[in-house]
């Protein structure tokens, strides 16, 4: 299993680079976060599907899901879109001639669009900035590493549980761990690449993008207790599915992109 997630992470850190030096020709790294919202939201509604605690509108939330990620694109307002996803769905449950749990599955559709297509559009917003696709690189650079050393420090040093109840896996010393290596990868990586940015302020906006990928990765966890999932999928082997490997980083756009707006 661990040579499987190592592998794994390889070939997907290989994607991911090779999409962003490809983002200069076409707008790949919009196909590919549009990719991944896609599947994600569908594993999301599928887990709550197999749980019999709603039905989601399945179609109509991926549909929704991928606006909300080229919006920013053509420059779309996000209220609308808003708008949009909270009357469509409600419609929906009012046609169908199953209305059984009609509030659980219209509040369910909404959640998987604004969880994985809203939050994952700040990815889609922050490329266009200024040094927009150094901004995305240390964004993913820090959540992988903090996910990473959170892993490993985990397995070998783990003693003191911090959210048995959600994730019994989680500890501690795995979280501080994951801290430290987002703060070293995110530091050298802003540098590296030349990001307009202080060390204090490299190693600031680490910290925080760790913090918020770990409770991003908690919220998923607590979403998968519920369900009675162990995994949300099986696409990528070590790991799961789409959406375990993607739920710490929907978190870390955000703060990336409102760091750049309010502090740089």
């Known amino acids: 299993m661990l040579l499987k997630r190592v592998i794994t992470s390889l070939l997907l850190l290989g994607s991911l680079l090779l999409v962003l030096w490809a983002n200069n020709y076409f707008p790949a790294f919009a196909i590919a976060a549009s990719i991944c919202a896609i599947l994600g939201v569908w594993e999301f509604y599928r887990m709550i599907s197999a749980s019999d605690k709603g039905r ?14 080229i919006a920013p694109l053509f420059e779309w307002d996000n209220g609308v879109l808003i708008g949009i996803s909270v009357v469509l769905p409600l419609l929906w449950i009012m046609l169908r001639r ?88 995110g530091s050298l990586t802003a540098w590296i690449i030349g990001l307009p940015i202080s060390l204090w302020q490299a190693i600031t906006l680490a910290a925080v993008v760790s913090i918020f990928a770990q409770i991003g990765d908690l919220v998923e966890s607590l979403f998968k207790r519920n369900m009675g999932a162990k995994d949300s999928g ?24 409102y760091y750049v707006i309010w502090l740089t």
Not at 170 to 175: C, D, I, L, Q, V
């Open 56 to 69: 989601p509108a399945l179609w109509l939330g991926m549909a929704l899901t991928l606006l909300f990620i």
């Open 98 to 185: 199953n209305r059984k749990d009609a509030c659980a599955s219209w509040a369910f559709t909404l959640a998987g669009i604004m969880y994985l297509g809203w939050m994952a559009s700040y990815y889609t917003t922050l490329i266009q900035l200024d040094n927009g696709y150094k901004w995305v690189i240390l964004a993913l650079f820090c959540t992988f590493a903090s996910d990473t050393t959170a892993y490993f420090v985990g397995r070998l040093l783990g003693r003191h549980k911090m959210a048995p109840s959600i994730s019994p896996a989680k500890t501690w010393e795995g979280a501080c761990g994951g801290l430290a290596g987002a703060i070293v990868i």
């Open 234 to 257: 099986r696409a990528l082997p070590g790991h799961g599915g789409i959406l375990d490997r993607i739920d710490s980083l929907v978190f870390a756009g955000l703060v990336v992109y």
